[in-house]
Nanobody, 115 residues
């Protein structure tokens, strides 16, 4: 069982920045796909960005150019750098670790962007 924990959320004004952190509990992280998802009130969970073992990245159109996903396999840690935040980015952000053994989710971290 992989334990996943997110941190780094908070309240920020529009145009500001936050960095989210995703910590995984074991070395299978290095062979995993790490993704960030978000869920706004009344909406479904949507993919924000993900990074593969070979560090290939994918971004949703609504964050491309503003958010950057990265990972440190040695530290089993992933990051989501969020710049130029907008009120519509307000949501709970979840980290997902996908390994050959299954999908693992954290509890989420709240990001609130004020206008």
């Amino acid at each position: 069982q992989v334990q996943v924990m997110e941190s780094g959320g908070g309240l920020v004004q529009a145009g500001g920045s936050l960095t989210l952190l995703c910590e995984a509990s074991e070395n299978s992280f290095s062979h995993s796909v790490m993704g960030w998802y978000r869920q706004a009130p009344g909406k479904g969970r949507e993919l924000v960005a993900r990074i593969f073992y070979g560090r290939v990245t994918e971004y949703a159109d609504f964050v491309r150019g503003r958010f950057t996903i990265s990972r440190d396999n040695a530290e089993t840690t992933g990051y989501l750098q969020m710049d130029n935040l907008k009120p519509e980015d307000t949501a709970v952000y979840y980290c997902n670790i996908r390994t050959t053994a299954g999908d693992y989710w954290g509890q989420g971290t709240q990001v609130t962007v004020s206008s």
